[in-house]
Every structure is written in C-alpha cells, then in structure tokens.
C-alpha cells in the first residue's frame, strides 16, 4: 500500500523560503516520477513541479519557475520542493503525488496516489 506524507508548511512571510518534504513508502520509489500540485481557496488542484523517477529531468508551472526547485532522494524515499521568494499567491494546500506508470508528469491525471497535503500560507 503506498502511503504519502508531507511535511514542511507553514506561515511564511513574503520573501521568505520553505522546504516541503514527502516520504514515501510502499512500492518502489525509485520506478516513478513524483510531482507536487496545489489547491487555494476555491481554485482547482494546479501542478507545480515535477521530476522523473532518476530525477534527470524537471518540469516547473510557469508562475514558479525562478522560483522553486523540485528534487528527490531515492535512497531515502523523498522528494522535496524547495520554495523561495514566496508570493502571497503561493498560498494553497500542497499536495505530493506518485506518477501512473506512463502517466504524463504535467498532468493531474498522470499519478495515481496521493498524499493528504501541507498547508502553506504566504502573509504579505
């Protein structure tokens, strides 16, 4: 059973920096892309970020490139965001998800687990 956890929100004020983290357990971690999506107040789930399941290769949303940094740890199971110069628009729930074997890293529809999210919150 493949289980997610992420860690690492909070309250931040714009300008600053955090590092959100997702363990993974259940199956192997290192078959898959992991990506990070996030939902704000009465807006959609939208992707973020995303790495392939070597971490060779990256994908950013356009409103966070510059800006945050995806990576993962395959010995350790993890994969992280790292998020700096937040903006008061970051605020939202943010979600890891395990890739579908072949699914599209870009797409909601392209994973197939996910995690209960991290709350994060960016004060102007």
């Known amino acids: 059973q493949v289980q997610l956890v992420e860690s690492g929100g909070g309250l931040v004020q714009a300008g600053g920096s955090l590092r959100l983290s997702c363990a993974a357990s259940?199956?192997?971690?290192?078959?898959?892309?992991m990506g990070w999506f996030r939902q704000a107040p009465g807006k959609e789930r939208a992707f973020v970020a995303s790495?392939?399941?070597?971490?060779?290769?990256?994908y950013y949303a356009d409103s966070v490139k510059g800006r945050f940094t995806i990576s993962r740890d395959n010995a350790k199971n993890t994969v992280y965001l790292q998020m700096n110069s937040l903006k008061p628009d970051d605020t939202a729930v943010y979600y890891c998800a395990r890739q579908k074997l072949g699914g599209v890293l870009t797409s909601i529809l392209g994973y197939g687990y996910w995690g209960q999210g991290t709350q994060v919150t960016v004060s102007s």
């Open positions: 790495i392939n399941s070597s971490g060779g290769n990256t």
């Open positions: 259940g199956g192997t971690f290192s078959r898959y892309g």
